[in-house]
């Protein structure tokens, strides 16, 4: 709808996925898996209520449907939001309550190293934009903490980051997204 | 991997990836994390693609751009159109005025500096907007050099009018590129002869050699490591947006299908009959510019569109897009 759509594409293809963009209803047939990108979380609320799409990805996503969210797409998941518009309402899917801007202004953006649960190997750059800040985890397993606060949740076939792996060279969690879209396929 | 989406309806492939031409070096902190890098400042851009950036002069104004989809907006004094007819010199606008858009709204909040004035620059740094536009529709500081972009923790989008005005401001440390297109006329025909001249600009390197890039690089006066990234990705390796004279939701989608990453409207939506109707229109166009079907339900009974402005009837003087180089 609007965001780093493209970048989440270009990090699809090369681990080997084909994707498609969702701008309807009709785009969301036969989709294994689904990414909420990175963009800003009431402009695509908004476009997805205005176009008819909200209900049926939340249906698509409750009954299975692999997500990736990231940032403001973990927002779009939340099932609380603080200081976002009044009215903002989202797809109530993950329990956790976000702070939307809740490490700061733009000024505030940062990178920091992150150690992810489960996965091997060296540690995953985290670039964290505008990043939401997760206040309470629910009924979601945390796979990474950023001083003191989750960072990554994983819900069955949802995995939600407050960062953006899709800006960086790094594929593992895009592979792990895959990996758990063809589970059902 | 084309520079330009295919014009006419449906498959336009969009430009991917974008990569770091600068790596910025940002400010490291005790616990390992790092601020103001230029991935943090080019990836705030990323975060905007698709979308559409609105000038607004009030709190209320910024609170119906919200409301219509924005993907952030501009706090301005005055919209071009006005500046344009008021004349007089133009300056980074009140912080005040700037703190009170900030306030009203959650989605990220840009501010204009002049050409060239770094000082103005700090002061938005201070304020915390999220990203500064060293804007030619502001009366320029300094006619020689723009502003050193790369010590600011905070992003800057520049406008340009070709690919070599693009590369320099990028070299400069913009992490955000728009054509200057003409502001305040509510005539595209100049953001389009930028965006084509960016989009030609690029596709001429995709056959060079380096020793051609270097040569070439010479002619339009850009760095030639700017150059030899637009080579490598086939697009400016930071996002493109289109600004200066879009008043329509087909203003929006020509830009779009032109290979831009989204667009600015500046005097278009609040100087038009219907601002909320017209910003959702243009919201609802940049999502699905190459949906005709779509396009022609949105265009419909928006009022009238702001007052446009052939530009030969403009002074030269007078045009906005002459100001920097």
């Known amino acids: 709808m609007q965001g780093a759509f493209a970048e989440h594409v270009h990090a699809l293809d090369a681990v080997g996925a084909r994707t498609r963009l969702v701008r309807t209803r009709d785009d969301l047939s036969g989709l294994d898996g689904i990414v909420l990108p990175g963009g800003e979380s009431t402009t695509m609320t908004m476009l997805m209520e205005r176009v008819g799409l909200l209900e049926p990805v939340r249906k698509a996503i409750q009954s299975g449907l692999a997500t990736l969210a990231t940032c403001a797409g973990l927002i779009v998941l939340a099932s609380d939001i603080t200081d976002g518009m009044s009215d903002q309402q989202g797809l109530g899917l993950l329990d956790v309550s976000v702070r939307r801007n809740g490490y700061g202004r733009q000024a505030e ?33 945390v796979i990474a903490t950023y001083q003191g606060h989750p960072v990554a949740v994983q819900k069955d076939r949802i995995l939600a980051l407050c960062f953006h792996p899709e800006l960086t060279t790094d594929l593992r969690l895009h592979r792990e997204f895959v990996r758990l879209a063809g589970q059902h396929a | 991997m084309a520079p330009e989406a295919p014009e006419g309806a449906g498959g336009a492939e969009r430009p991917r990836r974008i990569s770091i031409v600068a790596e910025g070096n940002g400010a490291r902190h005790g616990n ?77 909040v840009m501010a204009k500096c002049r050409i060239g004035h770094f000082v103005e620059a700090q002061i938005l740094e201070a304020l915390g907007v999220d990203y500064i536009d060293e804007s030619e529709v502001l009366t320029p500081a300094d006619e020689e050099n723009h502003i050193d972009k790369h010590p600011f923790k905070i992003p800057f989008v520049c406008g340009c009018r070709d690919l070599g005005e693009a590369a320099r401001r990028i070299a400069e440390g913009a992490a955000m590129i728009r ?13 389009v002869r930028h965006a084509r001249a960016v989009n030609a600009g ?124």
């Open chain 2, 202 to 325: 690029i596709r001429k390197l995709q056959g060079m050699n380096h020793a051609e890039l270097v040569h070439e690089a010479k002619l339009i006066g850009a760095p030639v490591e700017v150059l030899v990234d637009c080579h490598k990705l086939g697009r400016l390796p930071v996002v493109n947006f289109a600004a200066g004279g879009i008043a329509t939701p087909a203003d929006a989608a020509l830009m779009m299908q032109l290979g831009v990453d989204g667009v600015f409207v500046g005097s278009g939506i609040f100087k038009s009959e219907d601002p909320l109707k017209r910003a959702q229109a243009i919201v609802a166009a940049t999502t699905y510019y190459d949906k005709p079907e779509v396009l022609a339900e949105v265009s419909a009974g928006l009022g009238k569109a702001m007052h446009g402005l052939e530009i030969p009837a403009i002074p030269k003087d007078e045009l906005l897009a002459a100001r920097g180089w």
């Open chain 2, 179 to 191: 054509t200057k297109g003409e502001a305040g006329t509510g005539n595209v025909v100049e953001a």
């Open chain 1, 109 to 141: 953006s940062f990178e920091a190293s992150l150690k992810i649960d489960g996965m091997n190997g060296h540690e995953f750059p985290g670039v964290f934009i505008r990043s939401p800040l997760v206040e309470r985890t629910g009924d979601v397993k």
């Open chain 2, 32 to 108: 390992g994390s790092v601020k103001g890098s230029f991935k943090v400042k080019a990836g705030l851009a990323q975060m905007l693609k698709g979308g559409v950036i609105m000038d607004v002069v009030t709190a209320e104004h910024a609170r119906i751009a919200q409301e219509a989809g924005a993907c952030a907006v501009m706090a301005l004094e005055r919209v071009p159109a006005d500046i344009r007819k008021e004349g007089g010199v133009a300056r980074m606008s009140d912080p005040e005025l700037i703190k009170s858009i900030m306030a009203a709204v959650t989605i990220p």
